[in-house]
C-alpha cells in the first residue's frame, strides 16, 4: 500500500510503480472537512465521484462519512488499473475539483491498494474489518463461482485436458471474483463487515 499525508493543497497523482500496475487499484482519500462546511462538502464529493465514475476504466465510487465525534469523510475511487488511475489523478477536471475543495478541509490523506487487496479498501481504509469475515466473505464467492462453472461450463468442455480446463476454470474465477463478484459483495456487506 502507499500512503500520502499532505495539506489540501498539496494535490497528489499516481506515483511510477502505482501507474505500471496492471491490476485494480483503489485510492481512499481521507479528508478532514471543517465543522461549518460539511454540507458544502458533501455537494463537492456528489461532484467529484460523478466525474472520476465517468472516466475510462473506473470500476466504482463511493463516499463514507464520518461517525459520531468524526469529521473524516472518505472518497473512495477504484480503477482497472494504473494508468486509468493516473489519466484520473492527472486530468484537469480533477485539479479543478481539487481548486473548489482547499476551503472545506483542513487535511488529507491518500492511500492506494493494488490487487486482490483492493478487494476490501472501499469498506473502511484503516481496517477493512476481522479477517475471518473477509475469509468467509471471499470463501463464500469463491465457492458460487466454482458452482456455477461446474455446472454451466464444465459439460461443454468435459473433453478438454485437465490442465486446459483448470486453467479456464482459474481465469474465470478470478475475472469474476476481482470484477464483478467482490466488489458489489463488500459493497451490500459493508455493516456486517464493519462491525465490532
Known amino acids: 500500500m502507499l500512503r ?5 493543497s498539496s494535490p497528489v497523482t499516481a506515483p511510477e510503480a502505482v501507474e505500471a500496475t496492471a491490476e485494480p487499484v483503489t485510492v481512499t ?5 471543517r465543522a461549518d462546511q460539511r454540507e458544502a462538502f458533501e455537494r463537492w464529493a456528489a ?3 460523478g466525474l472520476a465514475a465517468g472516466f475510462p476504466g473506473n470500476l466504482g465510487t463511493s463516499l ?3 461517525g459520531p465525534g468524526s469529521t473524516r ?3 473512495v475511487y ?8 493516473a489519466r484520473w489523478e492527472r486530468s484537469a477536471e480533477r485539479r479543478a475539483a481539487l481548486a473548489r475543495v482547499e476551503h472545506l478541509t483542513d487535511s488529507v490523506d491518500y492511500a492506494r491498494v493494488a490487487g486482490l487487496d483492493s478487494f476490501f479498501t472501499a469498506l473502511t481504509p484503516a481496517r477493512p474489518g476481522p479477517r475471518w469475515k473477509l475469509t468467509v466473505l471471499t470463501t463464500a464467492a469463491v465457492f458460487v ?5 461446474q455446472l454451466l461450463v464444465t459439460p461443454h468442455v468435459a473433453s478438454w485436458p485437465l490442465p486446459a480446463r483448470l486453467l479456464l476454470s482459474a481465469v474465470v474465477v478470478v ?12 459493497r451490500w456487506f459493508a455493516p456486517w463487515l464493519r462491525r465490532r
Open 64 to 66: 463514507l462519512r464520518p
Open 175 to 186: 475475472v469474476l471474483l476481482g470484477h464483478v463478484v467482490m466488489p458489489r459483495l463488500t
Open 4 to 8: 500520502r499525508d499532505r495539506p489540501t
Open 73 to 75: 469523510y472518505h472518497l
Open 47 to 49: 461532484d467529484v465521484l
Open 78 to 85: 477504484r480503477f482497472a488499473d494504473g494508468e486509468s488511475l
Open 29 to 33: 482519500v481521507a479528508r478532514d472537512v
Open 145 to 149: 463461482i466454482t458452482l456455477a462453472f
